[in-house]
């Protein structure tokens, strides 16, 4: 499988790695070492994890993580080993006026820990399937694709996202866009409950009945209402898909904006069964790259129908008609869906930017087209993909979470070889007119930590209904170093 993120880092050669300065906290406390022993060594209980300083062994490791364009320099790192334990850094946090940061993998960094203190959740790693309930109780120390392996085993599904290496709770906590998104929308629309370690240090178990507010607001404000130790999901009886992808070149403008322009026409007639994305892609003529995709553009169409196989073959049949260089679509087992898009699995130098777009029409392809076309002047080469919404996203949620595609009908998603803002800025700047100035919270990343900006992921109504809870949850904003939502009443005012 081609991983179009290592073949982005490998270009430009020589750039240093740039890393983001801290946007969120930039406290007077030092970074961390001696001072940090002193004010948050007072941990209120004892710790059955591990608690690490600046140059103890692990401690770099602990606080690494998927996304390198954001470096963490944290005042101490608590490898929690339970709910005590994350209640105690809380608590502790708390009393030394430290804000608190929490991570399971880093494929969601948003802002540098600095002067934090940093609950790695890694080793929270409770996991267990109940088959009759058709429910997972799932610890924060767990990635998507161990909860899918886990849950096969009984024939049952977790709704994944595109990389099975993504931590489930920064998932579920962004909402979740599912491969499957128009059957079954969004994966916070199937939590049943959440524990989490609120900035009080309490432990709740927040349901539709039990502190509903606090569970609405979890899924889709992130790590803004405090830690989540565990959930309890809904599984799906899914075994298996027709899903797959198609390649096409796209080196001949005419010929991508033709596959590109059919497939915009070919997911106006989808059902909600039927969910897909397409993908723009131009690649450098780098050696790490295989011979055969160096230096080349495509057009790649990614489906996952949840259906029957011969109907979900009938619906494809207009995209094999396109003469596709290579298609792999077929009836495959469930547990094989992150497969179907090439994620890369280590660590990666790149900036990753979103937005939910209009419709789009012929003007809105040959602008898409330009980003691949070959004559035009050379990297960095953006990855753009476009995931069709719509279908079940559209309808209300069964448990109502602070998630919305505010009507969108495309999600916009591209990777970028760090240094890239300016190539992303431009391709934003050029589909302005498609835009809705909205956003998913799931897909903010570390360009996106302005309080503007986490404002787009949220319609109005949401964003104020959710600043006044951190108000009530966390009113000195203990939780900040993420995509930070303020209290209401702290200078972030809600517009009347
Ligand atoms: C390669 C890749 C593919 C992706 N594909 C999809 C996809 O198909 N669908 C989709 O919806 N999203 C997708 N995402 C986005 C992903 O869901 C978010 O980036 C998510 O935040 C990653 O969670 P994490 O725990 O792995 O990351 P981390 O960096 O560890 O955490 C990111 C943030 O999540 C919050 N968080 C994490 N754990 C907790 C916790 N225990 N309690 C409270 N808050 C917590 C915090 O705010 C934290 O800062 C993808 C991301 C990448 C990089």
Redo the contacts with the bound molecule.
């Keep these: 499988m081609l991983d179009t993120d290592s073949a982005a880092d490998a270009v430009p050669d020589g750039v240093p790695a740039q890393t983001t300065t801290s946007a969120a906290y930039t406290g007077d406390r030092p970074a961390g070492g001696q001072a940090a022993r002193h004010d948050v060594v007072s941990l209120d209980a004892p710790i059955r994890g591990r608690t690490l300083f600046p140059g103890d062994e692990g401690f770099e490791e602990a606080c690494s993580?998927?996304?390198l364009t954001v470096e963490h320099r944290p005042a101490v790192v608590v490898v929690a080993a339970d709910a005590d334990d994350v209640a105690a850094a809380v608590r502790s946090a708390a009393e030394a006026g430290r804000p608190v940061?929490?991570?399971?993998?880093?494929?969601?960094?948003?802002v540098p820990a600095d002067g934090a203190v940093f609950i790695a959740?890694g080793e929270l790693r409770e996991l267990s399937v109940d088959p009759r309930a058709g429910t997972a109780r799932i610890g924060?120390g767990l990635r998507l694709g161990e909860v899918l392996t886990a849950a096969a085993e009984h024939g049952l599904a977790p709704l994944c996202?595109?990389?099975g290496?993504?931590?489930v709770?920064?998932?579920l906590?962004?909402?979740?866009?599912?491969?499957a998104c128009r059957t079954y929308g969004f994966a916070a629309d199937h939590v049943r409950s959440l524990d989490i370690v609120t900035a009080d240090g309490l432990l709740r178990t927040v349901s539709p009945t039990r502190e509903p507010d606090l569970f609405w607001a979890v899924r889709g404000g992130?790590?803004n209402f405090?830690?989540?130790?565990a959930a309890e999901i809904e599984l799906l009886p899914l075994r298996t898909v027709y899903g797959g992808e198609l390649h096409y070149p796209g080196e001949d403008p005419r010929h991508a904006a033709h596959v590109l322009g059919s497939y915009l026409a070919w997911v106006k007639d989808q059902p909600e069964e039927m969910s897909s994305s397409v993908s723009l892609l131009r690649l450098p003529d780098a050696p790490q790259l295989p011979e055969g995709f160096r230096g080349r553009s495509f057009v790649q169409v990614r489906v996952v129908y949840t259906g029957d196989e011969e109907r979900g073959a009938r619906l494809v049949e207009p995209l094999r008609a396109l003469g596709p260089e290579k298609d792999t679509c077929g009836a495959m087992p469930y547990t094989r869906i992150t497969e179907i898009y090439p994620?890369?699995k280590n660590p990666v130098m790149v900036h990753?930017r979103s937005a939910l777009l209009h419709g789009l029409d012929d003007e809105a392809v040959e602008e898409l087209v330009s980003f691949i076309d070959p004559s035009t002047p050379e990297g960095p080469f953006p990855g753009i993909e476009l995931r069709h919404l719509g279908g079940a996203l559209n309808r209300p949620p069964g448990r109502p979470h602070a998630v919305s595609t505010q009507g969108a009908a495309f999600h916009l998603w591209m990777r970028m070889p760090a240094p890239a803002e300016q190539a992303a800025d431009e391709v934003l700047g050029r589909l302005r007119r498609w835009d809705t100035g909205a956003m998913?919270p799931?897909?903010l990343?570390d360009h996106d930590s302005a309080p503007e900006r986490v404002r787009r992921a949220y319609t109005e109504a949401d964003y104020r209904r959710l600043a006044a809870l951190k108000a009530e949850y966390d009113p000195d904003h203990l939780f900040r170093v993420?995509?930070s939502i303020p209290p209401f009443g702290s200078g972030e005012r809600a517009r009347s």
Excluded: I
């Design positions: 993580g998927w996304l940061a929490v991570q399971s993998t880093g494929h969601g960094k948003s959740t924060a996202g595109s990389s290496e993504v931590g709770m920064g998932y906590t962004g909402g979740g866009l599912p491969l992130k790590g405090g830690v989540v130790v994620d890369p990753l998913l799931g897909f990343f993420n995509h």
